[in-house]
């Protein structure tokens, strides 16, 4: 089974939030909701600022909270390890929008939960998830970490990388990297 | 200092949860009623002696008002579903994982176990009430049975009183939900308004004497349990240290939360003030006859208790959804 991660390099994102926009298109995704978002974090005292984007998206966990909090199966595990809904069996509880600590989920106004597939349909044509595509800072790295070669596994051998809420044991396959802070704040 | 600005947000999510709303806090609150009813009228049927032939029940409106009120609990958590018309996939699998798995085929394994009883406590007498001879058959056949069918009714009480609250403690998201403590104060809320509700029904002057003593211990308990999950978050983590923040908060934003807290902590002692001078009343023995005066305040204090308990499952239910585990 391959393991699909992402790999986000937080230094390399330029804010332009294509990503949102791609992701939006090519899943159809409606209006006034979202399957990835860019978060802008700035931290310290003017002048001594520090800026941070990254974005966040559905972390596609090992030990998803959203598989078993769900009901009738409609949120499960995929053949290729990604965490994916089946909107036919969803019931739209909202359990698993509630068991999710990244708040990846949302409502679908047809009354199932959708949260990011890593693009699964572009997936299987061989393709790079969208957002991935379309990043223009080349923040968005994906790939499969079994593949010893794959860009992704190489990133996070060279580099010291983090997940999302640790602490919470999800086991998050979206990793961040980055430099650690200049200013010494 | 930190300054979040956040592109491409879910309004279901940011800035806070707003997924479940009123119709999950009156699904929690008719279902804990309901359990709490279920178990205590089988307490007053497996208290009275045991019957050589038939078995003379003493609550027997109680199962029936319990059933009710829980089918229109149930009721309320398919209208919040997004796809009530897929409902049917929740019973093609069990998924032992999901809380939501063992309310779906939870709720109408007690609501069967709930028609059983009904039918085991119709007293002889009564039985041409139910119309269809086959009913009146069956209710034939279960009323010697009784017994065991109000352990049963016992046992599904308080799973369906537990699951209340483990439904909402399942989630590890959510810190204000997420503790062991939760279900127990749910069960102990669900068995106080049982009994309160109990009391209110009740023809019989001595069930009503018997649920208003049994209620003093429910509330002292749930008062305490209410005070043991507050200090337990108080004393955990920072999410869980900030999810009872509402709660003691007077911003206008979350006044709403520290007034249910004052108000669970204003009804519940008068409702216990109330019961304990009922009590001081027959301090030598209860000798069958109650004044108006005496049933009116025993009503008046089982609202006070229903009117608690309903005001401690919206304040949990909304204000678990202001934190969460992540900073924003």
């Not at chain 2, 009913?135 to 009784?146: R, S, T």
């Not at chain 2, 106080?192 to 509330?219: P, Q, R």
Request: aromatic fraction near 10%.
């Amino acid at each position: 089974m391959p393991k699909y991660v992402m790999v986000i390099d937080v230094e390399k994102c330029i804010g332009c939030m294509a990503c949102v926009i791609a992701c939006k298109k090519e899943n159809n995704v409606p209006e006034e909701h979202f399957r990835t978002r860019v978060v802008e974090e700035v931290r310290g005292e003017f002048p001594n600022l520090r800026m941070e984007l990254r974005s966040e998206l559905c972390n596609h966990c090992e030990n998803a909270p959203c598989i078993d909090a769900c009901p009738t199966r409609a949120s499960h595990r995929a053949k290729d390890g990604t965490v994916q809904i089946d909107s036919v069996k969803c019931i739209g509880c909202k359990a698993c929008i509630l068991a999710c600590p990244y708040d990846a989920r949302y409502s679908h106004p047809k009354g199932f939960a959708d949260k990011c597939t890593f693009c699964d349909h572009r997936l299987k044509e061989g393709k790079k998830p969208a957002c991935v595509e379309t990043c223009l800072g080349k923040s968005r790295i994906f790939g499969d970490l079994e593949e010893a070669n794959s860009e992704v596994a190489e990133l996070l051998r060279k580099h010291d990388s983090s997940v999302r809420l640790e602490f919470a044991g999800t086991r998050p396959r979206v990793f961040y990297i980055k430099k650690k802070f200049a200013g010494g704040l | 200092m930190t300054e979040i600005t956040i592109t491409g947000l879910n309004a279901i999510t940011h800035p806070y949860l707003e997924v479940w709303d009123w119709r999950i806090v009156i699904y929690l609150f008719l279902g804990g009623l309901s359990a709490g009813m279920l178990v205590m009228c089988s307490i007053a049927n497996l208290r009275i002696t045991k019957q050589p032939v038939e078995e003379l029940a003493q609550c027997v409106r109680a199962p029936f008002i319990a059933f009710i009120i829980l089918a229109i609990g149930a009721l309320f958590i398919i209208i919040d579903l997004g796809k009530p018309q897929s409902l049917l996939w929740g019973y093609l699998t069990f998924q032992p994982l999901s809380l939501m798995s063992w309310g779906t085929w939870g709720v109408p394994a007690v609501l069967v176990a709930n028609a059983l009883y009904i039918l085991a406590v119709i007293p002889k007498d009564q039985r041409h009430k139910l119309k269809f001879p086959f009913l009146i058959k069956i209710a034939e056949k279960l009323a010697p049975k009784m017994r065991p069918i109000a352990k049963l009714n016992f046992a599904m009480g308080i799973f369906l009183g537990i699951y209340t609250g483990v439904l909402l403690s399942s989630f590890a998201a959510i810190p204000l939900w997420n503790n062991a403590t939760l279900p127990i104060l749910f069960l102990v809320s669900a068995l106080s308004s049982g009994a309160a509700m109990i009391v209110i029904i009740a023809k019989k002057n001595e069930i009503k004497f018997l649920f208003t003593k049994i209620d003093i211990w429910l509330i002292v308990a749930e008062l305490v349990i209410i005070l043991l999950f507050l200090y337990g978050l108080y004393t955990s983590t920072a999410p869980y240290k900030k999810a009872i923040e509402p709660f003691f908060s007077f911003t206008s934003e979350q006044f709403i939360f520290a007034i249910a807290l004052i108000a669970i902590f204003l009804l519940l002692p008068l409702a216990l003030r109330i019961k304990l001078g009922e009590l001081k009343e027959f301090e030598d023995g209860f000798h069958g006859e109650f004044t108006k005066a005496q049933i009116f305040r025993m009503n008046f204090a089982a609202v006070l208790v229903l009117t608690g308990t309903l005001i401690l499952r919206a304040a949990i239910v909304y204000a678990g959804q202001l934190t969460k585990l992540s900073p924003y």
